[in-house]
């Protein structure tokens, strides 16, 4: 079974960047579709970010203009690039990959956090 391992959270000030990483154990085009969800204190998780196995994407509401999320078949990796931070984008960060079978994986999750 393939593993996703998120990476690249930290602490971050208001107005800026940050790229978060999926890296998956095997190949990503396995998967149906990856996606990107998190999880506030006291929230329950919620839906980012989505790219299917032919590139298509879509964003929340919430994020669309300043995240996007994109693909790199050759290295196995989705990617998260995140602009203009909020602190109400302070979460945990998860990587979801979605089987044709209909089983989903998830990675243990980043966390992103609001410096200010």
């Known amino acids: 079974q393939v593993q996703l391992v998120e990476s690249g959270g930290g602490l971050v000030q208001p107005g800026g960047s940050l790229r978060l990483s999926c890296a998956a154990s095997?190949?990503?085009?396995?998967?149906?579709?990856m996606s990107w969800y998190r999880q506030a204190p006291e929230n329950q998780r919620e839906w980012v970010a989505i790219?299917?196995?032919?590139?298509?994407?879509n964003h929340a509401n919430s994020v669309k203009g300043r995240f996007t999320i994109s693909r790199d078949n050759a290295k196995n990796t989705v990617y998260l690039q995140m602009n203009s931070l909020r602190p109400e984008d302070t979460a945990v960060y998860y990587c979801?990959?979605?089987?044709?079978?209909?089983?989903?994986?998830w990675g243990q999750g980043t966390q992103v956090t609001d410096s200010s």
């Open positions: 979801k990959g979605s089987a044709y079978s209909g089983q989903d994986t």
């Open positions: 790219i299917t196995k032919s590139g298509a994407t």
């Open positions: 095997g190949s990503i085009s396995s998967f149906l579709a």
